[in-house]
């Protein structure tokens, strides 16, 4: 049986690989802030995490499954260590959001290196990822705020989360390796 020949991999699908780990990485952490809120009997709050770790998971099996579907080898890599030590639940949604900017600017800078190499599917996949980032980076600043305002109350938070936070499934995602879960 042959082998496919491969095509070679560019900047742009280097920092798409490296994107993958970013992808598993962030999921890894939403699951330490879901287990957090779980043992504190917040589960509204743990729920939000819980879903924002199986999102992540999904961006980072769509990154699999356009490499795949672009002939590029694929390597699933380990993750990093997450953070599980906090003391306040604001410490968690500061760590949440500043984990979706740090998102967001890695998009833009994979969206910079496919347009310099004028890979036009590769900036078409991403516009994608850069509108899913704008609505991530709000919403987590909204949650953020209405953590602020309840002012150490988490019983208000975790009301308002009940009768307020719907999110949309994302059915306009890029196709998921292994499919959407």
Do not use: C
């Not at 699908?13 to 994107?19: G, I, K, P, T, V």
């Not at 310099?116 to 516009?127: C, I, S, T, V």
Request: hydrophobic residues 40%.
């Amino acid at each position: 049986m042959a082998t496919r020949k491969r095509e070679p991999r560019s900047k742009f699908y280097e920092l798409l690989q490296q994107q993958v780990q970013n992808e598993f990485n962030a999921s890894q952490q939403y699951v330490a802030l879901a287990v957090w809120f779980d043992n504190e009997d917040l589960p509204q709050l743990a729920k939000v995490f819980y879903r924002q770790s199986v999102e992540e998971r999904n961006h980072a099996l769509a990154i699999v499954q356009y490499l795949m579907d672009t002939d590029h080898h694929v390597e699933i890599p380990g993750v990093n260590e997450v953070r599980n030590d906090f003391s306040e639940a604001i410490e968690l949604v500061e760590v949440a959001l500043a984990q979706e900017k740090d998102v967001t600017s890695d998009v833009k800078t994979l969206l910079k290196a496919a347009r310099a190499e004028d890979d036009y599917q590769g900036e078409q996949f991403l516009q994608w990822f850069l509108k899913e980032q704008v609505e991530e980076v709000s919403h987590m600043t909204t949650l953020l705020n209405v953590v602020k305002r309840a002012n150490g109350n988490l019983f208000d938070v975790e009301q308002w989360l009940a009768r307020e936070a719907v999110r949309d499934d994302a059915s306009d995602m890029p196709a998921v390796a292994g499919g959407k879960l």
